[in-house]
Nanobody, 121 residues
């Protein structure tokens, strides 16, 4: 099995910064894609940012220029640096990893438990 453990959430004032981390462990052959999603109360889960093994990135329009996603392939870890935070960024943030556990199997999606980010005005 594969486990994703997140850390770094918390309470911050508008304009502040937070850094989220997510480490994958377990039976891992490769992780083609890692990313962050978020879900605010009463809303659907939405994509925040993704990053490929080679470093290619994709961001939601709402976070472009403020958030930066990065990864350390040697540590199977993905990071999300969040700057200039706004109250509308308040949500539970979930780590996602598309993991290949064996060379003969296709990739499967795994999710972290979620970490709360609250931005006060």
């Amino acid at each position: 099995q594969v486990q994703l453990v997140e850390s770094g959430g918390g309470l911050v004032q508008a304009g502040g910064s937070l850094r989220l981390s997510c480490a994958a462990s377990g039976r891992i052959f490769s992780i083609p894609t890692m990313g962050w999603y978020r879900q605010a109360p009463g809303k659907q889960r939405e994509l925040v940012a993704t990053i490929s093994y080679g470093g290619g990135t994709n961001y939601a329009d709402s976070v472009k220029g403020r958030f930066t996603i990065s990864r350390d392939n040697a540590k199977n870890t993905v990071y999300l640096q969040m700057n200039s935070l706004k109250p509308e960024d308040t949500a539970v943030y979930y780590c996602n990893a598309r993991v290949v556990v064996s060379i003969i199997l296709s990739a499967s999606d795994y999710w972290g438990q979620g970490t709360q980010v609250t931005v006060s005005s």
